[in-house]
């Protein structure tokens, strides 16, 4: 495949993100590819969709298949793991905080981790160890409701702002800027900050797609066309469009109803795909669930795709 190894489903919430991703990571695997599936919503449905229990810990789904749904508290001990001592450092040169007792030093701590520029951040630092780790060949990525994955596109930018102005000021404080942390002073550890932000930044463009999952509703197409001109904005790389729930049959008053209203809204999503690849799933009197639903759903979704 010449596919790029992170593909990022995003979309509106409600939309069947999880279940397309699902479905995509199952195909993926069948076809001999080694896959995790990895959910960052806050409200996760990995496990009941593969119809088993899956935490934040990597799970293992089928042969080639893993999951993991990653909590708050997974994220916040990750960043604790790599940055509280760093964190720990600089903030020892501005407050007392040997002075803290333990609790209070645990709290601060999980405070700052807790930032969600921090979690995304976090969260993207997590992606990049499993590609560069080589343990899997393809990473599906369930993002969060559109809001927070726009705030992830965003965070490389915002994040090497706010400490490039941060080196800055403790460079400018002799007091502060001179005291070293071990070898490295202040404004040394935030310029290693920045460039791990610069690394993310290009993982998000270099190595990976987006792929839009949408409804033919109203509200869905508006929010689709906003979230395609931020993509393009960002210059990330769209790998195409899934529309979900999509009326075939309609053999009734109401379903024939709501099939011709989906017509408008399809043209539009047509329009908005412009020649990217688009796949379409349609509406089923049952969930997709199980691995063997996944894997057949996956199938033609990522033909239509082009992704297999």
Not at 223 to 234: E, N
Request: aromatic letters at 6%; one cysteine or more; proline letters at 3%.
């Amino acid at each position: 495949m010449n596919d790029k190894p992170v593909i990022l489903f995003g979309g509106k919430g409600g939309v069947g993100k999880t279940t397309c991703s699902a479905a995509v990571a199952a195909y993926c695997a069948a076809s001999g590819e080694k896959t995790i599936v990895v959910t960052s919503d806050m409200t996760p449905s990995l496990s009941d969709i593969f119809e088993e229990t899956i935490g934040d810990t990597v799970k293992q789904i089928d042969k080639n298949l893993a999951a993991v749904e990653i909590s708050q508290d997974a994220i916040v001990a990750r960043w604790k793991a790599k940055f509280s001592r760093d964190f720990y450092d600089i903030l020892s040169q501005l407050i007392d905080i040997d002075a803290l007792d333990g609790e209070s030093r645990h709290q601060l701590l999980d405070y700052i981790g807790s930032a969600p520029s921090l979690r995304e951040e976090t969260m993207l630092d997590l992606i990049v160890d499993m590609v560069e780790q080589g343990d899997y060949d393809r990473v599906i990525w369930d993002t969060a409701p559109a809001g927070e994955t726009l705030n992830l596109l965003d965070m490389p930018r915002s994040i090497r702002k706010h400490l490039r102005a941060g080196a800055k000021v403790f460079e400018g404080l002799d007091k502060i800027g001179k005291q070293l942390i071990g070898r490295r002073s202040i404004a040394d550890t935030m310029d290693e900050w920045i460039m791990l932000s610069d690394k993310l930044a290009r993982f998000i463009h270099d190595k990976t797609a987006f792929v839009i999952v949408a409804n033919p509703e109203t509200l869905v197409v508006k929010h689709v066309i906003r979230l395609m001109r931020t993509l393009a904005d960002y210059a990330l790389p769209v790998r195409g469009m899934i529309v979900n729930c999509v009326i075939e049959n309609a053999d009734s008053d109401i379903l024939r109803a709501m099939r011709q209203n989906q017509q408008e809204h399809l043209s539009k999503l047509r329009s908005l795909a412009a020649g990217l690849p688009i796949a379409f799933l349609p509406r089923s009197p049952r969930e997709i669930t199980g691995k063997k639903a996944l894997r057949d759903a996956g199938e033609s979704l990522c033909r239509q795709l082009g992704i297999a």
